[in-house]
């Protein structure tokens, strides 16, 4: 299957900072990738959908000024968490979908966000 | 949008006895349908898809599911557990693009 390799696995930072993280397809072109947050135990919730060269659609009750996706390319899309508060820690995933692929979605190992 | 249940958020099974995790979708266009494992700390692994061919569909680590669609579920299971299958389950529909995942079931397996 195909590769989406989402950057950094795990990162620390200190209460109103920005973070940034990135989502990259590494053998395809992914037309629509997803963000989504995961608390402890809990499902994925979607945050928003974005799609190349696009705004990005984001879901009821989802900051769009503060969770910032920018999906320039065709393999990359980025996550930037901006302001970060204690509230914000939490297990971010993405996912990307392809024009050859265009029933699955493939997945980011996920990052862990923890703002101190 | 399409809306994804996941009946029994937690599922105890023994090593060696069947393992049935339940998923009901509901959707108002033609949908493909996903089960998901999800180990800590790690993204999600594809475990197996119906993408409109069989209606039975057999997954990687012996796992298989049933598309149903008058009963519009997606039941996955399994013949006999082992302890290497702990983990999360998530079942997920994907209409237009658009990909919603059920709530989740954490399967535990007893020795």
């Known amino acids: 299957g195909a590769v989406v390799s989402q950057h950094p696995s795990r990162v620390i930072c200190k209460s109103g900072t920005s973070v940034k993280i990135e989502c990259r397809s590494l053998?395809?072109?992914?037309?629509?990738m997803f963000w989504y947050r995961q608390f402890p135990k809990q499902s994925l919730m979607l945050m928003a959908t974005s799609n190349e060269g696009s705004k990005a659609t984001y879901e009821q009750g989802v900051e769009k000024d503060k969770f910032l996706i920018n999906h320039a390319s065709l393999t990359l899309s980025t996550l930037t968490v901006t302001s970060a508060h204690p509230e914000d820690s939490s297990f971010y995933i993405c996912?990307?979908?392809?024009?050859?692929?265009?029933?699955?979605?493939?997945f980011g190992q996920g990052t862990r966000l923890t703002v101190v | 949008a399409q809306s994804v249940t996941q009946l029994g958020s937690h599922v105890s099974v023994s090593e060696g006895a069947l393992v049935l995790l339940r998923c009901n979708y509901s959707?108002?266009?033609?949908?493909?349908l996903f089960w998901y494992v999800q180990y800590p700390n790690q993204g999600l692994q594809l475990l197996l898809k119906y993408t409109s061919a069989a209606t039975l569909v057999k997954g990687i680590n012996g796992f298989e599911a049933e598309f149903k669609k008058s009963e519009t579920s997606f039941h996955l299971t399994k013949p006999s557990a082992h302890m290497s299958d702990a983990a999360e389950y998530f079942c997920?529909?994907?209409?237009?693009?658009?990909?919603?995942f059920g709530a989740g079931t954490r399967l535990t397996v007893k020795p």
């Open positions: 053998d395809f072109q992914a037309t629509t």
């Open positions: 996912s990307a979908i392809g024009t050859d692929w265009n029933t699955e979605a493939f």
């Open positions: 959707s108002s266009v033609s949908v493909y």
């Open positions: 997920a529909v994907n209409g237009n693009n658009d990909m919603r």
